[in-house]
């Protein structure tokens, strides 16, 4: 350092040490204080500011006073300029004196600068602002304890809930105090969580604890933990934060509901039914077939039935078996009971067993419903082809009213002019055989002779030709050909 800033620096300190006594003896204005709180780490850096509201200083004086002892930095313009430390481990910091801003930046936060630090800022035209900022050193949380406990959790009538359970988490050492989150398993709790409470015990210790009031457990909950844990930012992850009990819950077996039957692959052969019931503590269990009862692990006399021992599935899940040997029909017809019991109750489960998937009963499979859909286009395409032939042959035809068929299928010739009875005189023609034969719409008009009885041919003479009368510009004629003559139809 230069020798020359060297005396000033000094001059200056006593000048402001002077300054200090006049400026307690002005009356001062609130300074703005951006963070009037914060927190750090012990060894990592932290800063803070006091302002003036833009006005221009040229004195800054932070004082902080730790058990009894007294630490004052002074700051003036022209050593913010030549960058002077004002104090070993500490450095001016802010936009500068001409923005009405000083501050302080600590290099390395130890625990001596836990303190509430007073700042006063003199400007210009004597004017002294003034203000504070507590600096918090983050303290890390001694590993929380729960005391109350979940105690043992009994269901003993179905209707009726579980007890609500009360219990209580905290720590202490923490600073600033931490925040606590609880959790039954792996889903977290938010209901039922009471204020942040705060306690000094024995030993001087400052605990902060939370009480989760009044929570329902469930039975779901048996073997889960009932967890707590600190949230503080001093924490690292290897550091100890959670505390956790395990949730006993006591019930009876849950009866569970077989609405269908249970599917048998293949009849003929051994079968095994399994039921799985869900208890605690672990039931008793017996299968109950007719006038039988049968306790695992046994079987009956004719090795028709075999109880297998409960398998456990899970804390308070288990599986019951029966082996059927060689089944039949006759076994599809009888209600197989599963009867389980422990201290808290008992419960039934009625099964029966069918060899036919009743997904399959009445249903159209898929294979039915391509069936169907290539089908019926081809079942159409039938039709059309037989109408059409039908029609060729005259021996189908689409009248109108007042319109008569005939068959077209052998005409030869034009058609002739037979009037109303189509050209047969007797209504009732007579076969060869001497019998009525059938009665024909239209007469035959083939080229060879047909002959009465009388041997007469009535074959007719060619019928006139109408000319179709002229058409106007207001009216449409239609013609058709109706026995071997010209109609006029109805105008369209």
């Known amino acids: 350092m230069n020798p020359w800033y060297h005396q000033i620096f000094w001059i200056t300190s006593l000048v402001l040490a002077g300054l200090t006594e006049l400026v307690n003896s002005q009356s001062t204005f609130p300074a703005k204080v951006p963070v009037p709180e914060l927190a750090a780490k012990v060894g990592y850096s932290t800063n803070f500011t006091c302002g003036s509201y833009g006005v221009p200083i040229f004195i800054c004086i932070w004082e902080r006073q730790k058990d009894g002892k007294k630490l004052t930095i002074s700051i003036n313009e022209e050593s913010v300029k030549v960058g002077t430390t004002p104090e070993q481990g500490y450095e001016f910091y802010g936009p500068g004196f001409d923005k009405g801003s000083c501050g302080i930046f600590i290099k390395d936060v130890k625990e001596d600068d836990n303190a509430v630090w007073d700042c006063k800022l003199i400007t210009l035209k004597a004017t002294i602002y003034q203000g504070a900022v507590r600096v918090g050193i983050l303290k890390k949380p001694h590993k929380p304890e729960f005391s109350t406990n979940v105690g043992q959790l009994n269901n003993l009538v179905d209707t009726e809930p579980l007890p609500k359970s009360s219990v209580t988490c905290g720590s202490y050492g923490g600073q600033p105090p931490p925040k606590l989150k609880w959790f039954v398993g792996n889903d977290e709790v938010t209901e039922g969580l009471q204020p942040y409470e705060n306690t000094t015990d024995s030993s001087g210790h400052n605990w902060i604890y939370q009480t989760l009031e009044n929570y329902k457990f469930r039975m779901q909950d048996n073997g889960k933990n009932l967890r707590c844990l600190l949230v503080h930012d ?210 035959s008009l083939n080229h060879h002779q047909s002959k009465h009885a009388n041997g007469i041919s009535n074959i007719p003479p060619p019928a006139p030709t109408i000319p179709p009368p002229p058409l106007d510009d207001n009216e449409l004629i239609l013609y058709t050909n109706g026995h071997g003559r010209s109609v006029k139809d109805s105008p369209v």
């Open 234 to 443: 001093a924490l690292s992850e290897n550091d100890p934060k959670e505390v956790a009990e395990k949730i006993t819950v006591f019930y009876k077996p849950q009866a569970q509901a077989f609405t269908t039957p249970v599917l048998v692959p293949t009849t003929g052969k051994d079968f095994t039914l399994w039921v799985n019931v869900s208890a605690n503590p672990p039931p008793q269990v017996a299968w109950r077939i007719a006038d039988k009862m049968i306790v695992p692990p046994l079987t009956t006399k004719d090795k028709k039935y075999t109880a297998y021992n409960m398998v456990e599935v899970s804390p308070d899940l288990w599986a019951v078996g029966l082996q059927i040997q060689d089944v039949q029909e006759e076994d599809l017809a009888i209600t197989y009971k599963l009867e389980a019991r422990n201290l808290y109750g008992n419960a039934q489960y009625d099964l029966r067993i069918d060899s036919k998937n009743p997904e399959e009963g009445g249903g159209v499979s898929a294979g039915g419903i391509v069936g169907l859909v290539l089908g019926i286009p081809a079942l159409l395409i039938i039709i059309a082809v037989i109408v059409v032939y039908t029609r060729a042959q005259g021996l189908l035809c689409f009248k109108g009213k007042g319109e008569e068929c005939h068959s077209t299928g052998n005409m030869d010739g034009p058609p002739s002019d037979l009037g109303e009875s189509g050209g047969n005189e007797n209504p009732e023609d007579v076969s060869e055989g001497g019998g009525y034969g059938p009665i024909s719409e239209s007469p």
